[in-house]
């Protein structure tokens, strides 16, 4: 059957192009691809080819479809799986594979096997490890981002604490403990506050801080204070350009005792010592942000580590537990990735939306495979209504959420926005 799929050929060169695939083997799954969200690790894959370490080195006479945050709707089963998988199942897939110690993934490496295309093949390998998600919810876009919110998810189970004299470490944050995430109100930050609020274990106080006070402002809007309250967390939002001690306000939140948990979202060197200065007694910090400089360092308390101890570690995406977790919490409910997803578009604006994403203001941009449409910011949509009555219809949807992207935002514009043949 023909495809169209964003496919990479080598540094900076992404094209939109028609091709056939192959029949399914029988130990393989014909999927198409509904919804897939645009991660920075994808710009990072574009603009370094084949010499990425995910990336074949013959990319340029074999090119791979990009996209690893994918959701969608199985089309047919080769006969090995027929007993585990059928037709019209949602799914999801959990990019991490490290199949028999690979490097390649999804949206990476493979020739029929992406995100940014309308139909895929699933290879076997995603099957025997059991990556190959059912999904129960509505949203396709709520699958999409469980590979994302699985990183998240992923650091908050990854954060440790230790016990005196016992050489144990207990995973996880504080229960009833302190919690502050830092730089944190970008789209990964908002998906952060919202586990932090509705999952199992919750801090009690939970502290975010950024620099930014319209993102503060939006993150407030979408997490209140109140809300937070009935879940038994008490939220702060604190712009930290506006402090003269940064520290020393943020360790009064916690009556001074410093935090047991800090996440440090953004990949900078002041930020990364406040976090290492606001963390209590066996408190951990998580340096979540990749930076792209591999000499990024910062100053770190070796006192505190000897004495108190504090804990410095990172962790970098999730795994199939996490994305299950997420998956999960989406479908019943109590989790809304939507707060992450400020743009939409269609296949067709994939390639220059990868290819710019770092200049392109907001958080997630979420692309529907199977329609053309600009990328288009949220907000825009009224606008464009004065010109097309449909974007009238989907600014009504998305100002009755909370300006947020929904099901019933997706299903309309799946239902009136076909592709152009």
């Known amino acids: 059957m023909k495809t169209r799929a964003v496919r990479i050929y080598g540094e900076n060169d992404l094209r939109l192009e028609d091709f056939e695939l192959p029949e399914i083997k029988e130990d393989e799954i014909l999927a198409r691809i509904v919804s897939n969200s645009i991660c920075m690790s994808t710009y990072k894959a574009v603009i370094q080819g084949a010499k990425h370490k995910r990336v074949p080195d013959d990319v340029a006479a074999n090119p791979t479809i990009t996209g690893h945050e994918f959701a969608g709707e199985i089309i047919k089963v080769g006969a090995k799986w027929q007993d585990q998988f059928s037709s019209g199942e949602k799914f999801a897939v959990q990019p991490a594979l490290n199949y028999k110690g690979s490097p390649y993934a999804p949206g990476y490496s493979y020739h029929y096997f992406g995100g940014n295309t309308e139909y895929t093949i699933i290879p076997p390998e995603v099957m025997e490890l059991g990556y190959l998600l059912k999904y129960e919810g509505e949203a396709f876009y709520e699958a999409s981002l469980a590979e994302p919110m699985s990183c998240i998810i992923g650091g908050y189970n990854a954060i440790y604490h230790t016990e005196s004299n016992n050489y144990v470490h207990k995973m996880g944050i504080v229960s009833g403990g302190k919690t502050a995430l830092l730089g944190a109100a970008g789209p990964m930050g908002l998906g952060a506050i919202d586990y932090a609020l509705h999952a199992d274990r919750k801090p009690a106080v939970l502290v975010v801080t950024d620099i930014n006070q319209p993102r503060l402002d939006r993150a407030a809007c979408l997490f209140s204070e109140e809300e937070a309250a009935r879940q038994g967390v008490e939220l702060h939002f604190v712009n930290t350009a506006k402090l003269d001690d940064v520290v020393q306000g943020l360790k009064e939140l916690t009556d001074g005792t410093g935090f047991d948990d800090v996440f440090v979202y953004a990949p900078v060197q002041e930020l990364a010592e406040q976090g290492d200065q606001i963390l209590g007694k066996d408190g951990c910090l998580n340096f ?95 606008k464009k209504g004065e010109n097309d009555p449909r974007f009238t219809k989907l600014a009504k949807i998305i100002a009755e959420n909370n300006g947020l992207w929904s099901a019933g935002a997706e299903k309309y514009l799946l239902n009136n926005f076909a592709k152009k043949n």
């Open 288 to 382: 979540f942000a990749g930076p792209t400089d591999k000499q990024f360092s910062a100053q770190v308390n070796f006192y505190n580590i000897h004495y108190s101890p504090t804990h410095i570690m990172g962790s970098t995406g999730g795994n199939d537990q996490d994305m299950r977790e997420s998956l999960k919490m989406s479908a019943a409910g109590k989790l809304n990735p939507a707060t992450m997803i400020t743009h939409v578009g269609g296949l067709n604006s994939a390639a220059n939306t990868i290819q710019n994403l770092p200049d392109i203001p907001g958080g997630k941009k979420l692309i529907y495979t199977g329609i053309d449409l600009a990328l288009t910011p949220l907000k825009d949509f009224a």
